[in-house]
């Protein structure tokens, strides 16, 4: 069950504040896969970032954000996809932070919201384009997960995260 809405804003303000300092340096230093993922999901908050939902579920949407959440994991170089994805032609970064793990990216784009697989593009169909793009681009797969409206996002600690300008004013 969803505990709270929050904006973007309260979002980027939890993850460069040190409320998930400690929690995100201990996850670094889980060597571990299995015990990583098991203190990530059972420590961490997360947020969906694609819509509110009246249970964690894509049937249960109450409404779509207009958000699209692409997950990048095992980078070669965070560094060099995240100055990529801030300078990206085609989409503009509404938030953009390093993974709790430390080594992938969380990317959340702007995207027409959806009207539904009738007649329109759905949210999967936005997210295989998007994940095509980027494959094509950068020569970066997605994680596929992020194809679902409910997805959730971890939020971690992450003082260089990026927001669009538009939210601070």
Same mark, same amino acid.
């Given at each position: 069950?969803?505990?709270?809405?929050?904006?973007?804003?309260?979002?980027?303000?939890?993850?460069?504040?040190?409320?998930?300092?400690?929690?995100?340096?201990?996850?670094?230093?889980?060597?571990?896969?299995?015990?990583?993922?098991?203190?990530?999901?059972?420590?961490?908050?997360?947020? %969906?970032?694609?819509?509110?939902?009246?249970?964690?579920?894509?049937?249960?949407?109450?409404?779509?954000?207009?958000?699209?959440?692409?997950?990048?994991?095992?980078?070669?170089?965070?560094?060099?996809?995240?100055?990529?994805?801030?300078?990206?032609?085609?989409?503009? %970064?509404?938030?953009?932070?390093?993974?709790?793990?430390?080594?992938?990216?969380?990317?959340?784009?702007?995207?027409?919201?959806?009207?539904?697989?009738?007649?329109?593009?759905?949210?999967?169909?936005?997210?295989?384009?998007?994940?095509?793009?980027?494959?094509?681009?950068?020569?970066?797969?997605?994680?596929?997960?992020?194809?679902?409206?409910?997805?959730?996002?971890?939020?971690?600690?992450?003082?260089?995260?990026?927001?669009?300008?538009?939210?601070?004013?």
């Amino acid at each position: 069950m969803p505990h709270k809405s929050i904006s973007l804003l309260d979002a980027y303000n939890y993850i460069v504040g040190d409320y998930a300092k400690q929690r995100t340096e201990k996850l670094r230093g889980i060597k571990d896969q299995k015990q990583a993922r098991q203190f990530k999901a059972s420590t961490f908050d997360y947020c %969906t970032f694609s819509g509110m939902f009246q249970t964690r579920n894509d049937k249960a949407l109450i409404s779509h954000s207009g958000l699209l959440c692409i997950d990048f994991d095992h980078l070669q170089s965070v560094d060099l996809l995240r100055n990529q994805l801030l300078q990206d032609e085609y989409f503009e %970064t509404q938030l953009l932070f390093v993974s709790p793990s430390g080594d992938g990216i969380k990317w959340i784009i702007s995207i027409s919201p959806p009207v539904g697989d009738l007649g329109g593009f759905s949210h999967s169909n936005y997210f295989a384009a998007v994940a095509n793009y980027i494959l094509q681009t950068y020569g970066v797969e997605v994680d596929k997960s992020g194809r679902d409206i409910s997805r959730a996002c971890f939020l971690p600690h992450d003082q260089q995260a990026f927001i669009n300008p538009i939210y601070l004013k």
